[in-house]
């Protein structure tokens, strides 16, 4: 009989492909251009999508095909980087020179607000509408005045000379979206309150909108910086060079302090303010003298007015 033909040999069978496998974590990720291109569209993090492709590279099936969850996560991100705005470099610069220059010193004391808040109400009261003082206003007027009392801290530091001013030209500290700016108001000397309180609303209103004109930026003769509004109780700021000085005003608020007649304690309405002085510029009894003036215009506010 003719012999049987031989069986055909088997074929091997393929081997199964081994299932993607994401990259380690901090391993460089392989992936075509046009992956990348659908990633940065959709919001999936490669780091966490396993290559089908030749060598496991990430082709963009694998990006469509991703399971959920593997969205770059924002917030788990280490650390951003913010570039910095020109506004931002500005304010960086000056501060910097502030305290690698200028010797400073710090000078703190308790205004009492009583008798200033029941004469700002009554004003208020009485003005139907046609404007609303703050405690702020008060605070620029007093610094103007204790400023041509004290003209030692209306003054700047030069390489031959200490400059005095003659007129009272005060910085207004302004927190806007696009950093810390400082509104000039020119001239405090000739003002009334009422026309301060306009120039402080225009200022702010500009300073948020990003209005403000290079003059109503420059640099005065002296700043202000009121953080009261947001609770705080005292800080010392950083002079803004070239001037000498800068005065930081806390909140007011309800506090113990020994009764008028010495009997005993009774509350009331207290300010906190520090004034950061030039050293070379301002002597620290200088600088005390200047507080007592601008405590003596706060607490007995009248003087301010007639």
């Known amino acids: 009989a003719a012999p049987s033909p031989a069986a055909p040999a088997a074929t091997p069978a393929a081997a199964p492909v081994a299932a993607g496998i994401p990259p380690p974590p901090g391993a460089r990720v392989v992936a075509s251009p046009f992956a990348k291109t659908i990633a940065a569209q959709q919001g999936v993090n490669l780091g966490n999508v396993a290559g089908t492709g030749p060598g496991q ?14 969205a770059v996560a924002q917030s788990t991100a280490p650390f951003e980087d913010i570039p910095h705005s020109n506004i931002r470099k500005v304010i960086a610069s000056r501060l910097t020179q502030s305290k690698q220059q200028i010797p ?17 109400s009554g004003l208020n009261k009485e003005s139907n509408g046609d404007y609303k003082l703050s405690v702020n206003d008060f605070v620029i007027k007093a610094c103007s005045l204790a ?19 003659n007129t009272t030209d005060i910085n207004i500290a302004v927190n806007t979206d696009n950093g810390l700016l400082t509104p000039l108001i020119p001239n405090v000397e ?19 909108e990003g209005k403000l004109s290079p003059t109503e930026l420059q640099t005065g003769t002296f700043t202000i910086s009121n953080l009261g509004g947001f609770g705080i109780d005292q800080f010392c700021a950083v002079i803004n060079p070239p001037q000498s000085c800068i005065l930081a005003v806390g909140r007011s608020a309800k506090k113990l302090v020994p009764a008028d007649n010495e009997a005993g304690f009774e509350s009331a309405d207290i300010m906190t303010v520090t004034l950061s002085c030039d050293h070379r ?16 215009y706060m607490e007995d506010p009248l003087k301010m007015i007639l």
């Open 104 to 120: 400073h010193y710090y000078l703190t004391i308790d205004v009492r607000m009583d008798k200033l808040q029941e004469v700002r």
């Open 190 to 208: 000739s003002l009334g309150l009422v026309s301060i309180n306009e120039s402080v609303k225009d200022l702010a209103a500009k300073g948020r």
């Open 57 to 70: 590279r990430i082709i963009a099936a694998d990006v469509l095909n991703a399971p959920q969850g593997v």
């Open 281 to 296: 510029v301002v002597d620290g009894a200088v600088g005390a003298q200047w507080l007592q003036s601008f405590k003596s």
């Open 147 to 165: 400023l041509k009392k004290t003209p030692e801290c209306n003054s700047s530091w030069t390489d031959t000379a200490i400059r005095q001013f």
